[in-house]
């Protein structure tokens, strides 16, 4: 990496006083596009350094997961000093990200109105369960699922409300945080002024209904739990076959006879009853079952070469370790390794995007606690 050109960030400072998931996760996306994030740790640390098992020599791999590309300095907020310093870090940085309870920083004397007015040109970004506005609400990942809708729709038809698999309404937060930064670091640029960003779990699980909301504002009909299969396409699902299941999503009436051939059913290709998706979507269900009467006739690779021959998209369902491994993930470096301080050489989840055909790299592995407290002051304060 040493001939490649610097990161996009890396000129911003980030002042991350976040803990747990969605705010670390904000914070390490940015530190992933090379800002320099100072991660501000009580002196009993981010709350998820003690959440595990699983540990690796000592160090939770829940906070090994969302800090990379950090620094740590231990600050404990409840002394006068340390609230000057932290004030002090927030007047030379050009980003501050929390997620306390609202109104938290405001009783520290660290609020988004007081530093901002001391240095307008702060972007201050708070991320909570709720909103600002609603400061009474606690903001946890499977609460926010629920009160968001988000359970209601994530079940098996006349199953109970099941929660995502992953802490979805934390990871969105993150990224909408970290999006709207970006876009308020644009506009400084021009204006020289920064934003207050306010980012909550429950928006952002409400703004990922996308479609869902759009069905639901164009007819006030309450969207059912679909299980495994589209809310508006057919067939377009989870699909057995003879040694386990596959992914189809046939999106057109044109995908849909090639599929019908695909699959050797010439009966379901002349039926009026699935002449067009409209069609299809109101007899979704038995267009299922009889699909699966063909496809439990042969094995999940022989259908994906078959489908892969008539250019159905379909795709097998993997576990993650079977996912990692795949040359999906293998050849866009998505699982990386570093080695920690403390825990030696451990994996990590690659960035997302790659900038100029390269994935962003681990430039500093996971913070022990205060690891970097006497550096960051001296390079930041040259105390």
Not at 30 to 46: F, I, R
Not at 211 to 238: C, K, L, M, W
Not at 277 to 298: C, D, S
């Amino acid at each position: 990496m040493a001939d490649s050109p610097p990161l996009p960030l890396v000129t911003v400072r980030v002042l991350d006083f976040t803990q747990a998931l969605a705010g670390p996760y904000c914070t390490m996306l940015l530190g992933d596009l090379g800002a320099d994030v100072v991660k501000v740790e009580p002196p009993s640390g981010d709350h998820s350094r003690q959440w595990g098992p699983p540990f690796i020599n000592g160090e939770s791999s829940y906070f090994l997961s969302v800090n990379r590309n950090k620094r740590s300095v231990i600050l404990n907020l409840k002394q006068k000093e340390s609230l000057d310093i932290a004030e002090a870090l927030a007047m030379v940085s050009d980003v501050l990200v929390e997620n306390f309870k609202p109104g938290t920083m405001e009783r520290l004397g660290l609020g988004a109105r007081k530093l901002q007015g001391l240095k307008p040109a702060l972007v201050y970004a708070s991320i909570s369960g709720f909103g600002q506005n609603q400061p009474t609400l606690a903001g946890y990942d499977q609460i926010a699922q629920g009160t968001s809708g988000m359970m209601s729709v994530n079940a098996t038809p006349d199953g109970p409300p099941t929660k995502v698999g992953i802490p979805i309404g934390d990871i969105a937060a993150g990224m909408f945080a970290s999006n709207a930064i970006l876009a308020a670091l644009v506009e400084r640029a021009t204006t020289g002024n920064g934003r207050n960003v306010d980012v909550a779990l429950n928006d952002s699980l409400l703004a990922l209904f996308t479609y869902q909301a759009g069905r639901y504002f164009a007819t006030g009909d309450v969207p059912s739990q679909e299980g495994n299969h589209h809310a508006t396409i057919a067939p377009y699902g989870t699909f057995a076959v003879s040694d386990g299941f596959l992914n189809v999503a046939v999106a057109t009436d044109a995908q849909y006879q090639r599929f019908c051939e695909a699959i050797r059913a010439p009966d379901l290709a002349d039926d009026p009853r699935f002449a067009t998706n409209a069609l299809r979507q109101a007899v979704k269900h038995e267009l299922a079952r009889l699909i699966e009467t063909h496809l439990r006739g042969g094995t999940r690779e022989e259908w994906l070469a078959r489908f892969e021959q008539f250019g159905i998209p379909a795709g097998p369902i993997l576990d993650i370790e079977e996912a990692f491994e795949s040359p999906l993930a293998t050849g866009r470096q998505m699982r990386l390794e570093i080695e920690h301080p403390s825990a030696g050489r451990i994996s990590q989840v690659g960035a997302p995007w790659k900038l100029d055909g390269g994935s962003s790299p681990i430039r500093r592995p996971p913070p022990t606690l205060g690891q970097h407290s006497e550096e960051v002051l001296q390079e930041w304060l040259g105390q």
